[in-house]
């Protein structure tokens, strides 16, 4: 079982928006900044999202992320089909010095 | 430009052991924390190990604690994981990645692949 929980998949259509959750508790989540992956088929993960809220260079602002508590929530507007993917939340705990995924979301652009 | 190689994976033998490494560029290499995630085919992102910059602190999962090292060589800018006591639930394609920096894994590899079969 994943650390983190996330919808298995979500769906919409092309230039909709969607939202996808990631659930935690205080000792992860709570307490610790929000990472947020893209994995295109067939390629290594690729950092999406990070402290919370922040896009690295290059990453699109149709990307955002937010944390409210315990759970995480990853934004993605005006949707491509290229945005067909896997998405997965992260975090690091820093107390007890491990990481942790949730367990991934499908996402498909109909 | 940060690049993180992979190499070491290949088919082993229940019990077997093998070492990965992954060599790195583009950035201080012993200024940052490195990490291995695997994962396993059709499933999602599990973290292995991590180590800091000095080398003086690994961390493990519960998964592969006793039976994983992480270490580094910071002076070839190279990461290594030693695997043992291999089995089936290791196969998976195993990512170098630089961090934990503020949580997150900002650079990744391409990943090499460890199938675990007699």
């Known amino acids: 079982q994943s650390v983190l929980t996330q919808p298995p998949s979500v769906s919409a259509a092309p230039g909709q928006k969607v939202t996808i959750s990631c659930s935690g508790s205080?000792?992860?989540?709570?307490?610790?900044?929000v990472s947020w992956y893209q994995q295109l088929p067939g390629t290594a993960p690729k950092l999406l999202i990070h402290d919370n809220n922040k896009r690295p260079s290059g990453i699109p602002d149709r990307f955002s992320g937010s944390k409210s508590g315990t759970t995480a929530t990853l934004g993605i507007t005006g949707l491509q089909t290229g945005d067909e993917a896997d998405y997965y939340c992260?975090?690091?705990?820093?107390?007890?010095?491990?990481?942790?995924f949730g367990g991934g979301t499908k996402l498909t652009v109909l | 430009e940060v690049q993180l190689l992979e190499s070491g994976g290949g088919l082993v033998q229940p019990g077997g052991s093998l070492r990965l490494s992954c060599a790195a560029s583009g950035f201080t290499f012993s200024t940052y924390a490195m990490s291995w995630v695997r994962q396993a085919p059709g499933r999602g992102l599990e973290w292995v190990s991590s180590?800091?910059?000095?080398?003086?602190?690994?961390y493990y999962a519960d998964s592969v604690k006793g039976r994983f090292t992480i270490s580094r060589d910071n002076s070839k800018n190279t990461l290594f994981l030693h695997m043992y006591s291999l089995s089936a639930e290791d196969t998976a394609m195993y990512y170098c990645a630089k961090g934990p920096e503020r949580g997150r894994f900002d650079y990744w590899g391409q990943g090499t692949l460890v199938p675990v079969s007699s």
């Open positions: 180590i800091s910059g000095s080398g003086g602190s690994p």
């Open positions: 205080t000792s992860n989540i709570g307490n610790n900044y």
């Open positions: 992260g975090t690091w705990d820093s107390s007890l010095k491990v990481g942790g």
